[in-house]
């Protein structure tokens, strides 16, 4: 049932662009989210990250320009049938304190034409069925935002759109959150993430989506990216007794570290002598990445 | 309309868990208790029934207390959950902005109905119990308690109106209870001091009809004080509508109108609202 949709656009913005009064939140941006796919959006506070979102919610609709999620228009009155099969999770998400976790995710599915029974298994899925009947207001943080995650969940949604999804949330959930995150992917969901935790996204996400001030500055896998923004891979180890060879420079750890291209590295590794210990191949992290595309749109 | 009553629904509950229901019901009905036995005592001599008495006291605390409750409970209804955020995460719902706004005034008037309902209706059992048999004035307190609620629902309507305007809670809190005094206190003040001050020139009843038409507590008062013959001997000061050639339709026209046009001007509003 699902496949039919992979490799189909689930989310379209053509040319969009956002003006709350005469500041530009959203600048020209073009992007598509493809079924089976997982995006990291990511830039600093107010580079339109939740903009944008807002606007594949039909929250806001775009000053200019066409935004189209699961086929329709979302701020169009018609989107109620699209708004059933996508999931929001808010950032820093608001509930209401004097429900239940049960009743509050009840409360939502009813609005989402989604039977109740299936509420339980979801709260277990996100590890607070034990607290199902304890009111919101007695919740800590991360309990919210697994609520939070729960009812984006609801209906097995074919796109879902987290703002933000794992601040606040310890370690130990955050793979667990990661975990779920997976799981939607393989059935065929697309998964939008919003964060500036960008470290964290590594590994979780085919793709990266980076915002600067309401621009799109760069689009593509991790690999892609470190090749856009043209930052070497080092090599770095140490030699027990032997002189420096030519080419490497001491690190400030004491060890010896060379800057090389990326088709480089097979062939310097196999250079070293069998002496070399601690060799380690230090490649941007994202964080590195970021600031240099940041640097680039400044 | 499914989505409308879920909406609905979960008003009344977090209005029955933050003891909004209750507040209210035990507020309207101990005040509405006090009022029955201490109002009555002088009348133990004249041959009203002392129900009747209790409907004119009573309306006289709807007056000051319905939308004060009724403004209370709506001021922050929209700006105030859109500062929260729930409003952002139940809009990506399959759900209208109008159904959202619906199902709130539907939650909130029932709140209300149900709380002078049972406030106002123990008391005037109570009274009943005490021995003043009065079956004749039934009729006009169970249209003291359905236009107490249509009042609450005037008041509501006016909250989410400037709760959809503002863009604060603090600002609408304010202009709320600028609302409630300009309604409840000023406006009467001002119309009996024009009233006293123009000798009857330039006032004429007609005039003077769509003055107390343009407030819904005036409508109400009207409609309570001078629609029954019964109630109308004791309503005094208040009779000054008595001769006023007002039908019970028309009074219950403008109450309506006051209701219906807040609201849709709210529904209009909220639609363009920036969420």
Request: hydrophobic share 50%.
């Amino acid at each position: 049932m699902r496949h039919e949709f992979v490799s189909q656009d689930t989310v379209v913005l053509r040319a969009v662009t956002h003006l709350y009064g005469r500041q530009l939140a959203v600048d020209a941006v073009d992007l598509n989210l493809r079924a089976g796919e997982c995006i990291g959006l990511v830039g600093h506070n107010g580079a339109g990250k939740s903009t944008l979102i807002k606007m594949m919610l039909g929250l806001i609709r775009p000053t200019s320009g066409s935004v189209q999620v699961l086929g329709e228009d979302p701020s169009a009155g018609a989107a109620a049938a699209a708004r059933r099969e996508l999931g929001y999770l808010p950032e820093n998400v608001a509930l209401h304190p004097s429900l239940t976790g049960a009743e509050t995710l009840a409360f939502y599915a009813r609005l989402k034409g989604q039977p109740v029974a299936g509420n339980i298994a979801l709260l277990d899925r996100v590890g607070i069925a034990a607290a199902a009947h304890r009111r919101v207001e007695t919740y800590s943080k991360g309990m919210r935002q697994r609520l939070g995650l729960a009812q984006a969940l609801l209906g097995k949604p074919r796109a879902l759109l987290l703002d933000e999804p794992t601040t606040g949330l310890d370690p130990a959930l955050r793979q667990s959150f990661y975990e779920i995150i997976a799981d939607l992917r393989r059935e065929g969901a697309t998964i939008l993430l919003s964060s500036h935790a960008l470290a964290e996204l590594e590994g979780q996400v085919d793709r990266v989506v980076v915002m600067n001030r309401g621009r799109k500055v760069a689009d593509g896998g991790v690999a892609e990216l470190r090749r856009l923004a043209a930052i070497q891979p080092r090599i770095r180890c140490r030699l027990v007794g032997q002189s420096r060879p030519d080419g490497w420079a001491p690190a400030p750890d004491g060890r010896l570290e060379r800057v090389c291209d990326e088709d480089e590295v097979g062939v310097l590794l196999r250079e070293l002598p069998e002496s070399a210990q601690e060799i380690e191949i230090l490649r941007p992290t994202l964080d590195e990445l970021y600031a240099q595309f940041q640097k680039g749109a400044e | 309309m499914k989505q409308v009553f879920i909406i609905m629904g979960k008003e009344w509950r977090d209005g029955m868990r933050n003891r909004w229901v209750l507040a209210t019901t035990a507020l309207l009905a101990a005040l509405a208790l006090t009022l029955a036995f201490l109002g009555s005592a002088p009348t133990g001599a004249v041959k009203t029934g002392a129900l009747a008495v209790t409907i004119v006291s009573l309306s006289s605390l709807t007056i000051f207390l319905i939308p004060l409750i009724a403004l209370l409970l709506s001021y922050d209804a929209i700006c105030g959950e859109i500062d929260r955020g729930t409003m952002a995460l139940l809009l990506s719902y399959p759900v209208a902005r109008w159904q959202v706004l619906l199902g709130k005034f539907f939650g909130h008037l029932a709140i209300l109905a149900f709380a002078t309902l049972i406030g106002y209706g123990f008391a005037g059992l109570a009274v009943q119990w005490a021995g003043a048999d009065d079956p004749g004035a039934w009729s006009a307190f169970a249209f003291m308690i359905g236009t107490s609620a249509l009042l609450g629902g005037v008041f509501v309507a006016i909250g989410y109106f400037i709760s959809t305007l503002v863009r604060d809670r603090g600002t609408a809190g304010g202009v709320a209870l600028g609302v409630w005094l300009f309604f409840v206190l000023l406006y009467d003040m001002a119309l009996l001091g024009g009233l006293v001050a123009d000798q009857g020139r330039n006032v004429t009843p007609a005039v003077l009809n769509a003055l107390l038409l343009l407030n819904p507590a005036d409508v109400y008062r009207l409609l309570n004080l001078t629609t029954s013959n019964d109630v109308s001997g004791f309503a005094g000061v208040a009779g000054l509508g008595a001769d006023s050639g007002l039908g019970l339709w028309a009074l219950m026209g403008a109450l309506v109108v006051w209701m219906v046009a807040p609201l849709a001007a709210s529904v209009v509003l909220f639609a363009r609202r920036q969420v």
